[in-house]
């Protein structure tokens, strides 16, 4: 994903799309990590959640999604505040 699709849509399918991974999609953590900052709120949204579905394996994308609090969109501070759960869960 280093190269980023002009078309938001494409970067939320390919965003979402991992999240069905789980955490083997562990090497796309910096690619999503640099997403949560993406103008399209929706590409932001499916950043988190995907984060969230690889779980605490993605511990070091925790600040950036705890900056998404006080983001413009809800749909994206719950995604985040979700993800953050699933990240730091301990079993």
């Known amino acids: 994903m280093k190269n980023y699709d002009v078309d938001g849509d494409v970067r939320e399918t ?3 799309s991992l999240g069905n991974f789980g955490p083997l999609a562990k ?3 910096p690619d999503l ?3 949560l900052t993406d103008k399209d709120s929706d590409v ?3 950043a988190a959640t995907t984060l969230g579905e690889i ?5 070091d994308s925790v600040a950036a999604l705890n900056g998404l609090a006080k983001d413009t969109d809800e749909e994206v501070r719950d995604a985040a505040k979700i993800a953050v759960a699933k990240i730091t869960v301990t079993p």
Do not use: S, V
Not at 55 to 59: I, S
């Open 33 to 35: 990590t640099a997403l």
């Open 44 to 46: 932001r949204a499916a």
């Open 55 to 59: 779980g605490p394996d993605a511990k």
């Open 14 to 16: 390919a965003a979402r």
């Open 27 to 29: 090497n796309a953590i």
